[in-house]
T-cell receptor, first 114, second 113 residues
Framework: GAVVSQHPSWVICKSGTSVKIECRSL??????MFWYRQFPKQSLMLMAT?????????EQGVEKDKFLINHASLTLSTLTVTSAHPEDSSFYIC??????????FGPGTRLTVT | KQEVTQIPAALSVPEGENLVLNCSFT??????LQWFRQDPGKGLTSLLL?????REQTSGRLNASLDKSSGRSTLYIAASQPGDSATYLC????????????FGKGTHLIIQP
């Protein structure tokens, strides 16, 4: 149990375009989902927290107009990187949690912006 | 703001050795602490989760301890194997469990056959 999926697993897009990443909890209802970003040889940094039906809370330094997060249901959250630039290339990982139980992590999405 | 530090940053040992990875955190008011494993280019595999009220957790050859008052945790790996080679991440949960995790930079572990 407690499986979280992400789609796509990798994506290449051109500079200036937008890309959407999906995060799904497959066998539980995720009241909260988190989005993290990991640059090469760096650790994971929390980008934002989203609760179902509410606006996401962004960490300091993360542009909310650039990284659009939607948590429309208890099993799905999406992260849209708008007007992507090469510096947005990174490994994006989501996690999901039911109430205040353990966070379960997705397999990650590698984004490359050319 | 919580900060998590992992020492050493890298470690290379021969197969069969027992080893200890260290994690320290600056704010002792944590909700839980979790150890993960990450293989190159992959996502996270959860190894052990310790709630703030617990002192240790064990799973197979892995044992993690938590000393909340001193802001420290250790991950003990017994009888290391080449398959244990990976980056090990320590992460701290705060805010009564409502907040996201704060991660250390990890220990890159290589087990030599």
């Amino acid at each position: 149990g407690a499986v979280v999926s992400q789609h796509p697993s990798w994506v290449i897009c051109k500079s200036g375009t937008s890309v959407k990443i999906e995060c799904r909890s497959l066998d539980f209802q995720a009241t909260t989902m988190f989005w993290y970003r990991q640059f090469p040889k760096q650790s994971l940094m929390l980008m934002a927290t989203s609760n179902e039906g509410s606006k996401a809370t962004y960490e300091q330094g993360v542009e909310k107009d650039k990284f659009l997060i939607n948590h429309a249901s208890l099993t799905l959250s999406t992260l849209t990187v708008t007007s992507a630039h090469p510096e947005d290339s990174s490994f994006y990982i989501c996690s999901a949690r039911e109430y205040r139980y353990e966070q379960y992590f997705g397999p990650g999405t590698r984004l490359t912006v050319t | 703001k919580q900060e998590v530090t992992q020492i050493p940053a890298a470690l290379s040992v021969p197969e069969g050795e027992n080893l200890v990875l260290n994690c320290s955190f600056t704010d002792s008011a944590i909700y839980n602490l979790q150890w993960f494993r990450q293989d190159p280019g992959k996502g996270l595999t959860s190894l052990l989760l310790i709630q703030s009220s617990q002192r240790e957790q064990t799973s197979g050859r892995l044992n993690a301890s938590l000393d909340k008052s001193s802001g420290r945790s250790t991950l003990y790996i017994a009888a290391s194997q080449p398959g244990d080679s990976a980056t090990y991440l320590c992460a701290v949960g705060s805010g009564g469990g409502a907040d996201g995790l704060t991660f250390g930079k990890g220990t890159h572990l290589i087990i030599q056959p």
